[in-house]
């Protein structure tokens, strides 16, 4: 029930921001909307709501987390735009299985994504009994799990913890 409070107020935070007319109407389906999103998915939204009480964990996804995303999304980006625009179309793809240490499911959700978001690579499943992500590379540097793992995931993994685990 309190996930469900939780989302309903974070989905009505958003339709606002998003919406940004405030009137009667757009509020009143606002409500209705949120409701309903937390109706059905509220149970999937949160498990720990404890840990939204932690202001550390806002500072470290906006001065950390976000940067850290933004930076590695662009040098991905230059990466694949070079590998496109050149002639040879130099790439080394394969599947790399690589470890995490993150134990939430949120966690491992945004490492998940994050890795997807970043051009070049993409999760494509989370073992989360064995602490293990298989990632799609668009040019694989290293075939051993902790090479592999060094070079995928780290850049991520320690913020991650911090803000989810």
């Known amino acids: 029930m309190k996930s469900r409070i939780i989302l309903f107020l974070v989905a009505l935070l958003v339709w606002s921001l998003l919406s940004w007319v405030p009137d009667w109407q757009h509020l009143l389906v606002g409500i ?3 409701w309903f999103v ?3 998915t509220g149970d999937l939204f949160i498990r720990r709501a404890h840990v939204l009480k932690h202001f550390s964990r806002y500072w470290y996804f906006v001065s950390l987390y976000l940067p850290t995303f933004l930076w590695e999304c662009l040098k991905a980006n230059l990466d694949v735009a070079f590998r496109v625009l050149h002639p040879n179309l130099p790439i080394n793809p394969g599947i790399v299985k690589v470890n ?3 134990k ?3 966690a ?3 490492l998940a994504n ?3 978001l970043t051009p070049g690579t993409l999760t494509v499943d989370i073992d989360k009994d064995n602490n293990v992500l298989y990632v799609h590379w668009i040019d694989v ?3 051993d799990v902790e090479s592999a793992t060094k070079i995928v995931v780290e850049r991520f993994e320690n913020i991650l913890r911090r803000i989810f685990d």
């Open 32 to 34: 209705f909307v949120a």
């Open 141 to 143: 540097q290293a075939k």
């Open 38 to 40: 937390a109706f059905i």
């Open 114 to 116: 994050s890795i997807t």
């Open 100 to 102: 995490t240490s993150l």
């Open 108 to 110: 491992l959700t945004f």
């Open 104 to 106: 939430s499911d949120t």
